[in-house]
């Protein structure tokens, strides 16, 4: 009696192992054949194809007078290309950059002087600034000013006054030609 | 409820406040369950599962379909190929649409076969049936969704069946309609009820399953259980058997969703609806075809709408059509022979749904039609007075019927217990 109890013993710890084991296996399995359901769940929400089809565009800027601005959209989002003056080109150089706040230089900024290419998006909450159209207000610093929260940025979109932390930002492009640059 | 003790500290201060565990605890882990369940029983947790993978995959498809006759069609195409495996999630959905009908299908052939919407478990089997109706309708506006021809055809067809009504039938088909034909502005009242429609059957399922624990799970045998030797505590014993049922279905529905995902649906509804043609062979989707076969076996407009919808309405009265107090069919002879007749019925009824109204298939639907209601409003109440069943047994946990006195007096006894 004795015997057969001991040796049930031992039948039971080791089955105990083995079924934690079991267990531990199938909880396990469980969990990655529910994280295998739940990605593409999740990462339907992601950009699709068609959408980052259209991640890039190309623009023409032969056609923007000195001193004009034009504003694109690119993945939703303005884009604003000024064809600065020679006196704006001046003011933005023209800065002592450790004074900003976001201390960049202009250079930093315009691939080549005569044109910035900035996203139009404040940096404080995502409102477009104003300063793009003729008779527009171009804040204190003759660059773009945000009408949300007031922030006010310079001729080479770097943010001066007001609530927002950074400059407005820069987004990848590059120069196809002396008159064609892609953008994203 | 006795509020349990929880290790766990703050799962107790919560349960003291909000007795959720406890509630958890009683539903789905002690909850005592008739030991001798066979596989059957796992069709309806297989059916709460599908219902769960349909509204996740549901919103997900949601979030990239336009309800617009115009884009519907193209966002759908632009889910299959442009959308992060949206491909995947669509044949899920499209697939699960039909798992989810073979489950409740074979879930409902249970109940017909094992008794189970007999007293006390009618109100159950009736939201059952409720279920079931809120399904079909929900199934039939999905498909209308992608803007296909069978979507529009098929709409067209399913919201004219009310034009059958004396009377106000036009006026009902224009307000369905929300115009003088399916249009646009059906697609998009369509698309707000196929959304809506889900969580109303998640409601009902919630009553369901609130009407079953109040009995307990009927079995096999057909009889009540009748103290803790003839249960089994729900967790572990039937969550894993509900587990081993859950892998075993989804090898089945992985199968089609990634070797035959088109299997169960038309190739028609991959061309864009055309309101100035209609496909040559229209059909509804399979697990309409039964029913669709009614309809067109009554050659009266009317007559088949209501022969269609009177269908559903004999499951709703059957706890009253079948007044036998045996449930399950492994003790009436007789009864068991009809259930599978009744079977084959079905299966019949749906094969002659996918063939076309002519010749010999029309004949073959009129008797198969006939033999349906024959079941349910002549056979079953007449079976219930005519049957003499088989003794049964004492209990569940004594399934073997003992000849020599108590067993006899068991098999007397078990009708009159019910009554409770």
């Known amino acids: 009696m004795a015997k057969s109890k001991s040796k049930k013993g031992e039948l039971a710890s080791e089955g105990k192992s083995r079924r934690d084991f079991i267990v531990v296996a199938s909880y396990a399995m469980g969990a990655v054949g529910a994280g295998a359901f739940a990605w593409p769940l999740i990462d339907q929400m992601n950009p699709a194809a068609d959408t980052l089809a259209l991640a890039s565009i190309e623009v023409d800027i032969s056609k923007i007078a000195e001193g004009q601005s034009i504003t694109l959209k690119w993945r939703g989002k303005p884009v604003f290309i000024r064809h600065r003056t020679a006196e704006e080109i001046r003011q933005a150089n023209d800065v002592d950059i450790d004074g900003l706040r976001d201390p960049e230089g202009d250079d930093a900024r315009a691939q080549k002087a005569e044109y910035l290419v900035v996203l139009g998006v404040c940096t404080h909450l995502g409102c477009v600034p104003l300063g793009q159209k003729i008779g527009e207000v171009r804040g204190e610093y003759d660059g773009w000013f945000c009408p949300c929260h007031g922030s006010h940025y310079d001729a080479s979109g770097r943010i001066r006054k007001g609530p927002a932390p950074s400059n407005l930002e820069v987004p990848p492009y590059a120069f196809l030609s002396d008159n064609v640059i892609r953008i994203g | ?420």
Request: net charge neutral; hydrophobic share 50%.
């Open chain 2, 1 to 420: 409820m006795e509020s349990k003790e929880f290790k766990n500290p703050v799962v107790s201060w919560i349960d003291h406040r909000l007795p959720i565990f406890s509630f958890l605890d009683h539903e789905a882990n002690e909850y005592p369950t008739p030991k001798n369940l066979n596989y059957f029983w796992n069709f309806g947790s297989l059916a709460g599962i599908a219902l769960v993978i349909m509204i996740v995959t549901g919103i997900a498809l949601a979030m990239s379909y336009t309800a617009h006759t115009d884009y519907a069609f193209d966002s759908v195409e632009r889910i299959m190929r442009d959308v992060n495996h949206g491909w995947l999630i669509r044949y899920i959905h499209m697939n699960g649409a039909s798992f989810f009908f073979i489950v409740v299908f074979i879930h409902i052939f249970r109940g017909l076969y094992y008794g189970s919407y007999k007293a006390p478990r009618e109100l159950l089997w009736m939201l059952g049936v409720l279920i079931l109706l809120l399904m079909m309708a929900t199934a039939f506006m999905g498909y209308v969704l992608p803007w296909g021809q069978m979507s529009f055809w098929g709409a067209t067809v399913i919201t004219n069946l009310f034009s059958a009504i004396p009377l106000v039938g036009e006026n009902i088909v224009t307000w369905l309609w929300g115009g003088f034909s399916v249009d646009n502005p059906t697609l998009n009242r369509f698309f707000a009820l196929h959304y809506l429609l889900p969580f109303v059957i998640v409601g009902v399922v919630v009553l369901h399953l609130v009407a079953l624990h109040r009995f307990g799970s009927n079995n096999p045998l057909g009889i009540d259980t009748r103290g803790p030797q003839d249960t089994l505590p729900f967790h572990p014993y039937y969550t894993i058997k509900d587990f081993f049922g859950l892998s075993v279905f989804l090898t089945f529905f992985a199968a089609a969703v990634f070797f035959v995902p088109n299997m169960m649906g038309h190739p028609d509804n991959y061309i864009p609806a055309n309101a100035l043609q209609t496909p040559a062979h229209i059909v509804p989707e399979w697990y309409f075809l039964p029913f669709y076969a009614i309809l067109r076996a009554v050659p009266d407009k009317l007559g088949g709408v209501l022969a269609m919808f009177g269908a559903i309405a004999v499951l709703f009265v059957l706890p009253w059509l079948d007044r036998s107090p045996i449930r399950s069919a492994r003790f009436r002879p007789m009864f068991k022979i009809f259930f599978w007749l009744l079977f084959i019925d079905c299966l019949v009824l749906g094969y002659i749904g996918a063939m076309p109204a002519e010749g010999v298939y029309v004949l073959i639907g009129r008797l198969a039609t006939i033999w349906y209601f024959v079941h349910f409003l002549i056979i079953l109440p007449v079976l219930s007075v005519v049957e003499t069943p088989r003794p049964l047994p004492q209990s569940i946990s004594k399934p073997i019927f003992n000849a020599v006195g108590g067993g006899l007096a068991g098999a007397m006894s078990a009708p009159k217990e019910k009554v409770e």
